[in-house]
């Protein structure tokens, strides 16, 4: 079975840099022409993440499809930090811990890097184990590391796997007690 983890397109968040998990924001007008070009997948199953953005992306590149929302593939949730930047956190004591951390270290007010993995890893697990098909899921730059640097075979950081926007990864999902995803390439 293949999946396919493709990031949402171009946000104003993005374009500014911020912190936007929780943060429920459209694609800008670019962002979604940019989206009009590129030729998606073939999957016989799309997931999304509940978040506008998500959706939106979803709609452009594959129209028409119906689509599943799970709940638990929204983006990380960052707390103190969410829709501010480096410029506006740069001062702040926790933020500069963050940073001393390699982004670690729990957001303040939000979710730990821990907790955000395991319930975007659960998600997609108990998807992939119940689907037989190609799978697309039109989901977050950090729902996309946390699978990443969970599955993917070689391993790699999670930092590592950062997709730019409108663009992803396939894979080969093998199912046996554990779980992988082989061959691993960027789309």
């Not at 989206?35 to 992306?57: C, F, M, N, Q």
């Not at 593939?73 to 004591?93: A, I, M, S």
């Not at 108990?126 to 977050?140: G, L, P, Q, T, Y």
């Not at 969970?150 to 997709?163: F, G, S």
Request: glycine residues 8%; negative net charge.
């Amino acid at each position: 079975m293949k999946v396919y983890l493709i990031r949402h397109g171009e946000t104003q968040g993005n374009r500014e840099k911020r912190y936007a998990g929780v943060t429920d924001e459209s694609l800008t007008r670019e962002g979604a022409e940019l989206l009009k070009g590129i030729v998606a997948p073939l999957a016989e199953k799309l997931y999304v993440s509940p978040l506008k953005r998500t959706r939106e992306t979803a709609e452009i590149i594959y129209p028409g499809r119906e689509y599943e929302i799970c709940d638990d593939l929204r983006e990380c949730n960052f707390g103190e930090f969410e829709n501010l930047n480096h410029e506006e956190l740069k001062d702040r004591p926790e933020y500069k811990k963050f940073i001393e951390t390699g982004g670690r270290s729990p957001f303040p007010g939000g979710e730990d890097l821990e907790t955000f993995q395991k319930r975007c890893c659960d998600a997609f697990e108990k998807i992939v184990r119940n689907e037989r098909e190609d799978i697309a899921f039109v989901i977050h730059g950090g729902t996309i590391m946390a699978i990443l640097d969970k599955y993917a075979v070689p391993h790699k950081d999670y930092y590592n796997w950062m997709a730019k926007n409108g663009r992803g990864f396939e894979g080969e999902v093998e199912i046996n007690e554990n779980m992988i995803i082989k061959n691993v390439r960027e789309i």
